[in-house]
Nanobody, 116 residues
């Protein structure tokens, strides 16, 4: 069993930056796994944010393209989401997900709040 923990959320002004991290408190994130980020704002459905696979191919949701960057450090078994030029509409709980042949795991989320 793998337990994921997100960190790095907080309160930031519009135009600011945050970097989220995703690591395992139990188990590890395999280098063969795909790491994904999702977010959910109050009253809205969970939304895809970004994805990085084992080959370091990345993809992004339309609303964050050009502002967010997903990456990973396989030595540290950690995923990252660099968020720049944040907007109030980026306010949400951000979740990481690790998917692979041995399972599909989600973290509990970290709150990101962007003030105008």
């Amino acid at each position: 069993q793998v337990q994921l923990v997100e960190s790095g959320g907080g309160l930031v002004q519009a135009g600011g930056s945050l970097r989220l991290s995703c690591a395992a408190s139990v188990g590890t994130i395999s280098s063969r796994n795909t790491i994904s980020w999702y977010r959910q704002a109050p009253g809205k459905q969970r939304e895809f944010v970004a994805n990085i696979n084992s080959g370091d191919d990345t993809s992004y949701g339309d609303s964050v393209k050009g502002r967010f960057t997903v990456s990973r450090d396989n030595v540290k078994a950690t995923g990252y989401l660099q968020m720049n030029n944040l907007k109030p509409e980026d306010t949400a709980v951000y979740y990481c997900r690790s998917r692979g042949s041995l399972g599909d795991y989600w973290g509990r989320g970290t709150q990101v709040t962007v003030s105008s």
